[in-house]
């Protein structure tokens, strides 16, 4: 998604006439507020992009020896923990969801764990409420990667409400973005001093640096991006869901796909949309995966691979296939279809019918209502 040239080009303007680039400028402070409508009351920090976001929590949120986090993600998650130092160690996720398990979180902790890095998966929230009461208990910091979370609520609650801090990403594929960038949102004041300080060197005035930091700043340029988009958020999400209910309707009784679960305007990111192929379709995902490239279909395998079976993660213990069982099966089942406001229904329908075409047979034009 992009804006109309012509209002990114007023937001231009005025940075020009500003001649402030960077380091929290006006289109920096704007923006900050303004996210605080999608991401809840706590207090925001911006960056250059979501993975300095939460290499910078994890070191504002002093996290050392082992955090228990999820193979079932992107390679920003364990490598954040990793470039810190800290033993990644995976725990297996839940079935539905496909987040983090909480039992088998509890199960991984030792005398060397100090956090939980959780990972809000397609926008589905973990259970946010079980894994407060493990952290309280073993008193451990959460930490959540919320990079596909915009917008998501539960229990009425902004997602990032929960935890000690959640990242969201704003990159270029993203439901909102900002071309490069990202956020993290606590609810504690000094954290987000910390974070501050941090994505700055650690320069605390023209004299005094207190900490080893990084640059992490966003800067106007990508700030302007934000502002005008973030207005374009609902009838983008609209649109997505008006997307899903066609991959839905149609795909629902197909043998062997499960469809994801049922969306809320006003609860769901809609940042992805998901299916699940096993054996029952008579075809893998991986077939029906290249099969789809042939009709220009470009879905994505996403996760897949795990992220335990890269290279720098493999040999751990904990990579294991049996411990990591139903991460396994659902990072060998899962696809996502394509799911941009711009594709449009009737597109929607056509990808329906090429998928039902790979998995029941019979000819591409011929619509079978679900």
Not at 87 to 101: C, G, K, N, W, Y
Not at 268 to 286: H, M, P
Request: hydrophobic share 40%.
């Amino acid at each position: 998604m992009l804006p109309e040239l012509a209002v990114f080009t007023k937001h231009l303007e005025a940075i020009w006439q500003s001649a402030v680039l960077s380091n929290g400028g006006p289109q920096h402070v704007e923006l900050e507020k303004r996210l605080h409508a999608h991401l809840g009351d706590g207090h925001i920090a911006l960056f250059n992009n979501g993975t300095n976001a939460l290499m910078t929590a994890v070191k504002a949120l002093d996290l050392s020896g082992e955090v228990i986090t999820t193979p079932f993600t992107f390679a920003a998650t364990p490598h954040v923990l990793a470039w810190h130092g800290i033993r990644p160690v995976f725990a297996d996720i839940e079935e539905h969801s496909m987040t983090l398990d909480p039992a088998r979180i509890e199960t991984a902790i030792t005398e060397r764990t100090t956090g939980i890095l959780a990972v809000h998966v397609y926008g589905n929230p973990c259970d946010v409420e079980a894994i407060e009461r493990i952290a309280r208990k073993h008193h451990l910091k959460v930490l959540y990667d919320g990079a596909h979370a915009f917008g998501t609520r539960v229990n009425g609650r902004a997602i990032a409400s929960y935890g000690d801090a959640t990242m969201f990403s704003f990159h270029a594929t993203k439901l909102f973005h900002t071309a490069e960038g990202g956020a993290v949102v606590t609810n504690d004041g000094d954290v987000k001093r910390r974070m501050e300080l941090l994505k700055n060197f650690g320069i605390a005035d023209e004299l005094t640096v207190k900490a080893v930091g990084i640059n992490s700043k966003m800067n106007e340029i990508q700030a302007a991006m934000g502002l005008c988009l973030v207005d374009a958020v609902a009838a983008e999400k609209a649109k997505r869901l008006d997307l899903a209910h066609v991959y839905q309707d149609h795909l629902g009784n197909l043998p062997g796909v499960t469809v994801s679960r049922s969306l809320d305007l006003n609860v769901d990111s809609l940042q992805y949309y998901c299916l699940r192929i096993d054996r029952a379709a008579g075809v893998s995902r991986d077939e029906v995966y290249d099969r789809l490239k042939h009709y220009n279909v470009f879905a994505r395998r996403y996760f897949y691979p795990l992220c335990s079976q890269y290279e720098p993660y493999r040999h751990f213990p904990d990579s294991g296939v049996d411990n990591l069982p139903v991460a396994n099966r659902v990072g060998d089942q899962v696809l996502c279809l394509p799911f941009y406001g711009e594709l449009g229904t009737a597109d929607a329908e056509r990808i329906c019918q090429i998928l039902r075409h790979i998995v029941l047979g019979g000819a591409v034009g011929a619509m079978h209502a679900a």
